[in-house]
């Protein structure tokens, strides 16, 4: 595929032994990677979107695929922003099962809280019909990151939060000893007590959470 192989000369191009030591230490030797930051990684592919834009609006989810299937993690990010920028309120119904494999895939907080915010999320938001059948499916998975998904699915949606589906989510996984569940309560907490500071707050109150989730929940509202 061009565009993937441009990509990959573009990123070998620019590769950074020092980032990718400090990159790859910091996300605890799970993924390779070429040692692009952010901003580096993002104008290499703005570079490249005008020469190929049509050819990923038809072609996104096979380039998805591919880019999955490379080791560095600046590839997963580069799936991620492609496939929000290309599918965002142009989203197909199967598309549900198809992020459910990126979220299950590579799998770490931070493909997973992209992915819950800016796909998933929107994506319920076209097919609200969907909604109830997949947060179910998730929340009731024994993958943790479908979980965590479930918990954070409603981050961008501020006056517009499901004030019972976030808490009921919440609920869900309050007994949870997974780090990272415990961090998403209080996160998707947090962020709601911005719009709805005295809903959460008594939510808080009178639910026993655990400790960590009750922190991160009103540690800027008190």
């Known amino acids: 595929m061009e565009f ?25 030797y ?35 695929t591919e880019l999955y299937n490379l080791p560095q993690r600046e590839y997963h990010y580069t799936a991620m922003e492609l496939y929000q920028k290309f599918s965002n309120k142009k989203y197909e119904l199967k598309d549900g099962r198809f992020f459910t494999r990126m979220i299950t895939t590579h799998s770490w907080w931070d493909s997973v809280d992209f992915l819950a915010k ?42 517009e939060t499901d004030q019972a589906e976030l808490f009921k989510q919440c609920i869900v996984h309050k007994e949870s000893e997974e780090f990272f569940i415990q961090k998403a309560i209080g996160w998707a907490l947090r962020e709601y007590g911005k719009v ?11 639910t026993k959470l655990k400790e960590l989730s009750e922190r991160e929940a009103i540690r800027r509202l008190i």
């Open 196 to 206: 709805q500071p005295e809903a959460v707050l008594n939510f808080v109150k009178t």
């Open 4 to 28: 993937v192989t441009k990509l990959q000369e573009a990123f070998q191009a620019n590769a950074n032994i020092d980032n990718q030591k400090q990159m790859e230490v910091y996300m605890r």
């Open 30 to 64: 799970l993924f390779r990677f070429h040692g692009i930051k952010a901003p580096i990684r993002k104008q290499l592919i703005k570079e490249l979107l005008p020469d190929y834009k049509s050819f990923l609006q038809e072609n996104i989810r096979a380039v998805v």
């Open 118 to 159: 800016h796909v998933f999320g929107k994506y319920l938001l076209q097919f609200p019909e969907q909604k109830r059948k997949m947060l179910d499916f998730y929340s009731k998975s024994d993958n943790m990151w479908l979980n965590r998904a479930a918990i954070l699915h409603q981050l961008s949606y501020k006056n």
